[in-house]
């Protein structure tokens, strides 16, 4: 299995909502990652998470908080979100963060496209 | 000076020709390059790493780095209009084991028949 899921494909909430986006791969991967990615631009980095603890916080507002509750999954919690927070969210995984070296190549979700009315 | 610099595009290239992208980066510490491939509406698909300098090979894509000219490339051999697509180059960034990829803002290919 070398596929990383995410759940839902689709999202439309309005900015009273909360909801959440789950992320789940079963590579023995160790490092799960969250993006964002608005149309035309490349993906921005959001959270890392390395052995379940979150290492990296890109400064993120706080409407947005992430979640690892095992090695295989990934949750962003939603709340409060604005419409310029629609966008395509990405998450990714790799078997490690190691700065050089192989198995730190990152693999994608197909995404989950946000709306926020 | 961006962190990771591309070439916006499109490039264009006629079927069966060669397609060159090149990708600069500004952190001398960088150890870990990739290249991924995205299609309109698609999620990024990972389909080139390199680590070392000189040229890695993988059926019709050969990557290039130059850690001296902090430089990495990537060539399409015999290109097909199934390549047309935003090619994103993606550098592990700093100096400790964080795993922050930083993409630079990708090269369009338009791959004519």
């Known amino acids: 299995d070398t596929e990383v899921t995410q759940t839902p494909k689709h999202l439309v909430m309005g900015m009273t909502n909360k909801k959440s986006l789950k992320c789940e791969q079963h590579?023995?991967?160790?490092?799960m990652y969250w993006y964002k990615q608005k149309a035309k631009k490349p993906p921005e980095l959001m959270f890392v998470y390395s052995y379940e603890k979150l290492s990296i916080n890109e400064s993120v507002p706080s409407r947005f908080s992430p979640e690892c509750p095992n090695s295989s999954l990934l949750n962003l919690h939603l709340h409060a979100l604005q419409p310029e927070d629609s966008a395509l969210y990405l998450c990714?995984?790799?078997?490690?963060?190691?700065?050089?070296?192989?198995?730190?190549?990152?693999?994608f979700g197909p995404g989950t496209r946000l709306t926020v009315l | 000076q961006k962190e990771v610099e591309q070439n916006s595009g499109p490039l264009s290239v006629p079927e069966g020709a060669i397609a060159s992208l090149n990708c600069t980066y500004s952190?001398?510490?960088?150890?870990?390059f990739f290249w991924y491939r995205q299609y309109s509406g698609k999620s990024p698909e990972l389909i080139m790493f390199?680590?070392?300098?000189g040229d890695k090979e993988d059926g019709r894509f050969t990557a290039q780095l130059n850690k001296a000219s902090q430089y990495v490339s990537l060539l399409i051999r015999d290109s097909q209009p199934s390549d047309s697509a935003t090619y994103l180059c993606?550098?592990?960034?700093?100096?400790?084991?964080?795993?922050?990829?930083?993409f630079g803002q990708g090269t369009t290919l338009q791959v004519k028949p």
């Open positions: 952190d001398r510490g960088s150890q870990s």
């Open positions: 390199i680590y070392s300098n």
């Open positions: 990714a995984s790799s078997q490690h963060t190691r700065l050089a070296g192989s198995y730190n190549e990152q693999f």
């Open positions: 993606a550098v592990i960034w700093g100096s400790s084991n964080t795993g922050k990829l930083i």
């Open positions: 590579m023995g991967h160790r490092a």
